[in-house]
């Protein structure tokens, strides 16, 4: 088992599409690059802002061979490959490739067409991919919001635990401070096991409770910004913290207007990392729409919030 644990934030990275909407793998090196730079610690890729699930499995075994590639000897930055999948032979196949191509840890939201009816199943559905790779630490993908239905956090933890020998935490994307607050007070202080929220514009909530990792879109071309926020709170300066937040909030705000998954990507665009359109059914955002996201977020402020470097005092 390696002693990788989720810490800090966590970028989820765009699959880069050429303009036919092909792989385009060299830009992965960009995209590693950017978050380093940043001081994100880890790449969460082919989740949903990954478009994973409109990717073939040939495609997402590329997609974890090139980030575990460009990744191979630098620490600063750790890959997490989800390999959640309709199939669960499938999404075991890519979690074993995951191991065997040197990825960090797995993760994976279980079945959503034919849906696990209870915790007990849900558990069922993790194990069987979590066991394909045991070398690796596993992270289970709550988002009720995609997977279409909620089953409380608190029993899986309390279950998988003893189920689920690799089992290390969970990716929380489900905007309920209080069931997160739960399982926080399960995983205890340690770093054994990890609880890391995942809605961006939340993430000053999850702190106040607790919250040590945190994985999000945004993170991709925003990290000095909540960097930035971080620090403020962890010195004391609720204010400052708060105003920070607030610009976050009002810059995801645009982002859901338009769509997240295709705004965000025209929003790499805007920062020198070109990683394509989405894949149907999403649609890229029309010229007239791009132009509108740039002067929103000029307006807001954006440029100069991401200028700072991330370390900076």
Known sequence: MTGFALRGLIAAPHTPFTADGDLNLPVIERQAALLIENDVTAAFICGTTGEGMSLTVPERMQ????WTEVCRGNSKLGVVVHTGHNSLRDAAALASHAQQVGASATSAFPPM???PADVAQTIACAAAVARAAPELPFYYYHIPGFVGFPLPMVDFVRQGRERIPNLRGIKFTHPDLMEFQRCLA???????FQVAWGVDEMLLGAL?????AAVGSTYNYTAPLYHRMMRAFAAGDVPAARRDAQLSVELIAVLLRYGGVRTGKAIMSLIGVDVGP??????PLT???QDDVR???ERLGFFDAIDQPAGAK
């Open 63 to 66: 997609v974890a061979q090139r």
């Open 295 to 297: 002067k929103e977020y």
């Open 278 to 283: 989405p894949r149907l059914p999403m649609q």
């Open 186 to 192: 399960l995983a205890g202080d340690g770093d054994g």
């Open 113 to 115: 067409y034919y849906k």
């Open 287 to 289: 010229r007239e729409q």
């Open 208 to 212: 106040a409770i607790g919250a040590r």
